[in-house]
């Protein structure tokens, strides 16, 4: 019995060490979404954090910044869930598809 558990903790220890190693993968993997057409640009990478955001001058309008408002949300909302699929696929990799609460 002792030696089935402590192949489960290796197992988990191994785990745990793929885990870390997809969280440093997951910080230089990028995803990019827009808005308008392409007017607002957002970069987000793997750990749901925007690395750079692109607006065109043409949104740039005092006259109306409630558009160019909702177009940085829109692309920003975007790139922020292709970025959670991301990292749910890359995790999925390492744990056979299953979902491990807490990890994503």
């Given at each position: 019995m002792a030696k089935g558990l402590?192949?489960?903790m290796k197992q988990a220890q191994q785990m745990q060490q793929k885990m870390a190693r997809?969280?440093?993968e997951l910080a230089e993997k990028t995803v990019e979404a827009s808005s308008g057409g392409g007017i607002v640009t957002a970069v987000v990478n793997g750990k749901q954090q925007i690395v750079?955001?692109?607006?065109?001058?043409?949104a740039v309008d005092p006259d109306d910044v409630e558009m160019l408002q909702d177009l940085v949300v829109a692309a920003v909302n975007e790139a922020l869930k292709e970025s959670q699929e991301m990292a749910q696929a890359?995790?999925?990799k390492i744990t056979g598809g299953m979902n491990i609460?807490?990890?994503?």
């Open positions: 402590g192949n489960i997809l969280q440093e750079e955001l692109k607006i065109d001058q043409s890359e995790m999925g609460p807490g990890l994503f």
